[in-house]
């Protein structure tokens, strides 16, 4: 049975409706473009370096973490490399000392701006452990355990 040609009219109309729609949708600007939101702005780490690249690092830090803990947790494997620790010590901020006390501290002000949810810090300090202060040492030599006391007898 032969097709009437109204559906193949039809059919080219379908086509050249879905290529206006496409069109359509690739001319809106972006989102971040549509919002005007400006990137955030991070303060530098304190290393010379972070252990991935920029881009590698804003693409899969979660899963960094996620395989560091996978590791540390399940395997008894620790590694620094990836350390949620360690990106707290390189990332804290100069003004609060933390990486997420404020929205515009290191983890918050990205995480803000992508609306996503931060949990780490439920389990997890946002600030480096404090650096012990320096006793003062004593005045003179320190006795040790394995020396022995002097006895009363002994020649002066």
């Not at 559906?7 to 949708?25: E, I, K, N, Y």
């Not at 400006?38 to 960094?64: I, N, Q, S, W």
């Not at 501290?105 to 452990?129: G, I, L, S």
Request: glycine share 6%; hydrophobic share 40%; charged share 25%.
């Amino acid at each position: 049975m032969a097709r009437p040609d109204n559906w193949l009219s039809m059919g080219r109309w379908l086509r050249l409706a879905a290529l206006f729609g496409a069109a359509a949708v690739l001319a809106v600007p972006s989102f971040e473009a549509a919002a005007g939101a400006d990137l955030p702005k991070l303060e530098r780490g304190k290393g010379e370096r972070c252990v991935e690249d920029t881009a590698t690092m804003r693409r899969h830090h979660m899963d960094f973490l996620k395989h560091q803990r996978d590791d540390t947790l399940r395997r008894g494997i620790r590694t620094t490399k990836h350390s949620l620790k360690g990106c707290v010590e390189c990332h804290a901020s100069e003004k609060t000392g933390s990486v997420a006390s404020t929205k515009d501290d290191f983890c918050m002000a990205c995480h803000t701006y992508a609306a996503v949810k931060v949990d780490c810090w439920a389990c997890h300090a946002t600030k480096p452990p404090a650096k012990p202060a320096q006793a003062a040492l004593p005045a003179g030599p320190a006795a040790s355990p394995m020396m022995s006391a002097p006895s009363a007898g002994a020649a002066k």
